[in-house]
T-cell receptor, first 112, second 110 residues
Framework: NAGVTQTPKFRILKIGQSMTLQCTQD?????MYWYRQDPGMGLKLIYY???????DKGEVPNGYNVSRSTTEDFPLRLELAAPSQTSVYFC???????????FGPGTRLTVT | QKEVEQNSGPLSVPEGAIASLNCTYSDRGSQSFFWYRQYSGKSPELIMFIYSNGDKEDGRFTAQLNKASQYVSLLIRDSQPSDSATYLCAVRDGNNRLAFGKGNQVVVIP
């Protein structure tokens, strides 16, 4: 099992550009999450999904969009990138019957 | 807005000592509580979870929960240099979402 994988690992965007952060899990988990972590801070929930076709906003959804067409994939779309979106982005998944959220390795995004 | 507070600054402990971390939460209806460890530049990894009032021990780690006072703590006994990391407290709500504190950095001095 690869667990949760994220691509890319690093990205530099110019203000106003768009990009998609990819997240894939091979554990057949229904629950998936996107977080951002700013320096010295905890994780803030952006969006989450409890299954294919179902998504919902978290604490900080503005400027982002998600889709969940399959159980495995949960891409995060940034439209019109802003410097405030400079952060490390983590994707996670969880089996509804389990306790642990499994995190991907993260994507470090810089918007200049 | 559900809040999870970890207000202590960096904690330096000598090797072999006990490190004590505290966390308070605002949502009295919270049922599940988690401690994650995060090494610099890495993703968080779960080290403990607790549901019931009292203590839960796993190796050198003990989680303590007091729902009446709305706090959860983590003790690390016999601290090792490999325990140097940031420890994140997290609380799960009724919609299966985790709210995280900002973390406490622990530095174990050999």
């Amino acid at each position: 099992n690869a667990g949760v994988t994220q691509t890319p690992k690093f990205r530099i965007l110019k203000i106003g550009q768009s990009m998609t952060l990819q997240c894939t899990q091979d554990m057949n988990h229904n629950y998936m999450y996107w977080y951002r972590q700013d320096p010295g801070m905890g994780l803030k929930l952006i969006y989450y999904s409890v299954g294919a076709g179902i998504t919902d906003k978290g604490e900080v959804p503005n400027g982002y969009n998600v889709s969940r067409s399959t159980t495995e994939d949960f891409p995060l779309r940034l439209e019109l990138a802003a410097p405030s979106q400079t952060s490390v982005y983590f994707c996670a998944s969880r089996d509804p019957k389990g306790d642990e959220q499994y995190f991907g390795p993260g994507t470090r995004l810089t918007v200049t | 807005q559900k809040e999870v507070e970890q207000n202590s600054g960096p904690l330096s402990v000598p090797e072999g000592a006990i490190a004590s971390l505290n966390c308070t939460y605002s949502d009295r209806g919270s049922q599940s509580f988690f401690w994650y460890r995060q090494y610099s530049g890495k993703s968080p990894e779960l080290i403990m979870f607790i549901y019931s009032n009292g203590d839960k021990e796993d190796g050198r780690f003990t989680a303590q929960l007091n729902k009446a006072s709305q706090y959860v703590s983590l003790l690390i006994r016999d601290s090792q240099p490999s325990d140097s990391a940031t420890y994140l407290c997290a609380v799960r709500d009724g919609n299966n979402r985790l709210a995280f504190g900002k973390g406490n950095q622990v530095v174990v001095i050999p």
